[in-house]
């Protein structure tokens, strides 16, 4: 899984399992990813004048043949993933907005920025009547903290966090959890 990692321009250590085939022996390879990279005509043309390599998930002699693909609709139907709908707000007050563009922090880990972002979900969870979310966030402690901030601002909204760093168990027990929560 993940194999989308590997395609992109030949720097970092993901690229390395298609490069280094003489210290990794390898008779059969199987790539798997939600989320295949492939690049548009102009971005390959661009990087292959430059002389650096890109692998790319479209070409057949690095990763092979497709064997089996599934879209997001085929996956909901046969109950894989639930039907979602994205809501995104914007900020429409200039006071709070000048506020948040200059990030202040009001403590040692939280800014406003943070702050409204807890608020935005409380607030989208009345307007639409959301019954479950989840949020995305750049770095795992940044998820932690917007789930502790959402315990305090948000007493009737269930708030959970999950990382990779927690045991399979615990994530297990906790994904269970929201997942029967009202």
């Known amino acids: 899984d993940e194999a989308h990692r590997t395609a992109s321009i030949d720097c970092g250590v993901f690229p390395l399992i298609h490069k280094d085939t003489e210290k990794m022996h390898i008779a059969k390879r199987l790539y798997m990813t939600a989320t295949p990279r492939v690049y548009s005509q102009t971005i390959k043309k ?19 043949k497709e064997i089996y693909r599934m879209s997001f609709a085929e996956a909901i139907q046969q109950n894989i993933l639930v039907d979602y709908q994205i809501v995104c707000l914007g900020v429409a007050d200039d006071k ?6 200059k990030n202040y922090y009001i403590d040692q880990n939280n800014s406003i920025t943070d702050y409204v972002n807890n608020y935005a979900v409380k607030h989208a969870f009345e307007k639409y009547s959301i ?15 917007f789930s502790e901030r959402n315990k305090e601002i948000c007493a009737n909204i269930k ?4 990382s990779g760093k927690l045991p399979s168990s615990k994530r ?6 929201f997942k029967n929560s009202e």
Not at 49 to 63: H, K, P, R, W
Not at 133 to 145: D, E, G, M, P, Y
């Open 46 to 64: 661009n990087i292959e004048e430059t002389g650096i390599l890109l692998f790319d998930m479209s070409d057949e002699t690095t990763y092979g």
């Open 159 to 162: 708030s959970y966090f999950v």
């Open 131 to 145: 019954k479950h979310a989840i949020t995305f966030h750049s770095k795992v402690k940044q998820a932690q903290l």
């Open 96 to 101: 709070l907005y000048s506020l948040i563009k």
């Open 172 to 177: 297990s027990i906790i994904l269970n959890a």
